[in-house]
Every structure is written in C-alpha cells, then in structure tokens.
C-alpha cells in the first residue's frame, strides 16, 4: 500500500518560515498533479496549494498567495511547500494529495476527499504563535 508521507511542521513564531515536503512510500507520483490542503481545529478543509504533474503550472489559494510556494522534484518523488511569513491563521495540519483533477474542491473533512493514488498520510502539524 502506497502512502504519502508529509513531514516538516513544528512550531513557528509568527513571521517565521516552514518547508514541507510529501514524499510516497512504496511508489511514484510523478504524473499527478499534486495538493496540498490544511484542516484547523473547527475548520473546514482548504485548498492551499497545487502543481500539475511537470511542475508547470502553479495554483495557491488567496490566504497563502505571496507567501507559500509549492514545488516539486520527481526525480525525488517529492513534492514541497515552502511556507514564508507564517501567521498563526496558518496554524493547521497540512497534507498532500494526489489528483487528476486540477483544483478539484475538497471535502469539508479533508481525509474524505478523493485521493488518487496512494493513501493518506498523517498529516503535518504546523502551529504559528503570536
């Protein structure tokens, strides 16, 4: 069974920068597009930032747009969020996705949303302080 594998949250101050990666274990994403979402207690999931398949085309939601910049190397099989002036609105577990569907709308719970290939991770805990 393949999974994704997030990792590099942690606790930030405010201002301060994280990056993330999603590697798959077991397997290669190499030729789908790639999500990251984030769930905060309460919330419902959002969308923060996706790539196609080359790495060509880029998309990131409104309240990250400036500050988050996704990438990936396939020849890594991994895919990153690098997260600049963080602010504790970020606060939030963040996952990856696969998809074939370019910014297809997720699921309130963001675990329920379909996943392409792969199974979800655990997810990575990213917590801004004031």
């Known amino acids: 069974q393949v999974e994704l594998v997030e990792s590099g949250g942690g606790l930030v101050q405010a201002g301060g920068s994280l990056r993330l990666s999603c590697a798959a274990s077991g397997g290669t994403f190499s030729s789908f597009l790639m999500v990251w979402y984030r769930q905060a207690p309460g919330r419902e999931c959002e969308l923060v930032a996706a790539?196609?398949?080359?790495?060509?085309?880029?998309h990131y939601g409104d309240s990250v747009r400036g500050r988050f910049t996704i990438s990936r190397d396939n020849a890594k099989n991994s895919v990153y969020l690098q997260m600049n002036s963080l602010e504790p609105e970020d606060t939030a577990v963040y996952y990856c996705?696969?998809?074939?569907?370019?910014?297809?709308?997720?699921?309130?719970?963001?675990?329920?949303?379909?996943?392409?290939?792969?199974?979800w991770g655990q997810g990575t805990q990213v917590t801004v302080s004031s």
């Open positions: 996705n696969t998809d074939d569907i370019w910014l297809r709308p997720p699921q309130a719970n963001c675990l329920m949303t379909p996943i392409i290939f792969g199974s």
């Open positions: 790539i196609t398949s080359n790495g060509g085309v880029t």
